[in-house]
């Protein structure tokens, strides 16, 4: 268990290069150079690098713990001047393997923390060096599908037969049994529409999936009222395959009670990990 | 004087109720349902059934208008899901932050009819 401390966004101290044990690690560039980007990080932190052979580490100095505040603005500062920081090295160096928020190297006994960081490339080389392969020329897109539930529902309503006959029981009984007729109806509906919601997006998915490289299933989250998020993805997508994916999510958009948000382009912060 | 925080703290308290109050409400509904189409209750039985459920509906709506926080409960319904994923996937991913406060910023492109 590590001390607390507290940083604000207000600090505009610039904090020494030296005798400061952490290095707050942006991304890995695929480039082995020495540079500075300037005091673009966390609390105008000097940006530079640390490189091993063809590849580099872009830090800034921190102390050895994380950045943490009960202040959900202050956090959020944080995180976007951290992906600030990472655009910029991916506009610089054109390739780029972005870390999560506050991944922090720490100088251990006999070494300084510059000498951690490259140690720690040097260890990771090979799965570095393959990622960034992998990655090499692309960009990460989200790409998510809604579902207008009122021609949802209308699709399902014609085609179950058994909502016609609950509708005509619920029209002759006494109250209780009518109100339970309705939830029954209201059931059928739901479970109905879970699986053509199921169908829609397993269609989706594939004719998404033909023009990316690569392809995460993120979990579909609350749309606003009136739509249902049935597909959300992040994909890997090249330059040279942009085009379709393009001409392909236009289709899904002008088909029948479909819309469709076509985010990016981003730097792969999804496609870091081997999965 | 309007002490305003009161006021704010009460319906955020009635409000949270409620939204429980609905949820067992949602599993009540469930359970009803499946002992009816289990076939075991008498058609009474299946009356008394449905006028309960009714009332309780009816009664949860009332309370609702009277307190005026109807959007309160919808609201706290929502939260519920999303509070511990936000916590969890916000920090590890500065991606989603951005996509989330990207309404309208120049890099999102919607396509739709």
Known sequence: MHDVVQ???????????????GR???CVADAGVQASLGNVGLEHSEVYTIPWQDICAVVHNCPPQPYLSGDRDAVQAWVMTHQRTVEAAWATWGTVLPL????????????????????????????????IQRV????????????????????????????????AQASSASPGMAYMYRLQLEHLLRNAMEAKGAELSRGLYDRIRAHAA?????????????????????????????????????????????????????????????? | MLDIEDKSLKQGVLGLVIALVEIIRDALRLQALRRVEGGSLTEAEVER????????????????????????????????????????????????????????QERCTTLSK
């Open chain 1, 136 to 167: 090499k020329g692309a960009a990460e897109y989200g790409v998510q599908v809604f579902w207008d539930t009122a021609s949802a529902a209308r699709e399902v309503t014609l085609s179950s037969l058994d909502a016609g006959k609950l509708r």
């Open chain 1, 100 to 131: 999560a928020f506050d991944t922090i190297i720490v100088a251990a006994a006999g070494g300084g923390a510059d000498q951690q960081v490259a140690d720690w490339l040097s260890r990771e080389y090979g799965s570095l060096k393959a990622r």
């Open chain 1, 7 to 21: 940083i604000g966004p207000s600090s505009s101290q610039r904090r020494p290069l030296t005798g400061l044990a």
């Open chain 1, 214 to 275: 690569e392809v995460r299933v993120e979990k579909a989250k609350q749309a606003e009222p009136g739509l249902r998020m049935v597909l959300s993805l992040s994909c890997l997508v090249h330059p040279d395959r942009y085009a379709q994916l393009g001409q392909e999510l236009d289709k899904i958009g002008r088909e029948q009670g479909l819309r469709v948000r076509f985010t990016g382009p981003w730097p792969p912060y999804s496609f870091v990990r081997d999965c």
């Open chain 2, 49 to 104: 059934l449905g006028r309960a459920l009714m009332d309780l509906e009816t009664t949860i709506e009332e309370i609702k208008q009277e307190q005026g926080i109807a959007e309160t409960v919808r609201s706290v319904r929502e939260g519920m899901d999303n509070v511990v994923d936000d916590i969890l996937k916000l920090t590890a991913s500065p991606l989603e932050w951005v996509r989330r406060g990207e309404e309208g």
């Open chain 1, 24 to 26: 707050y690690v942006y």
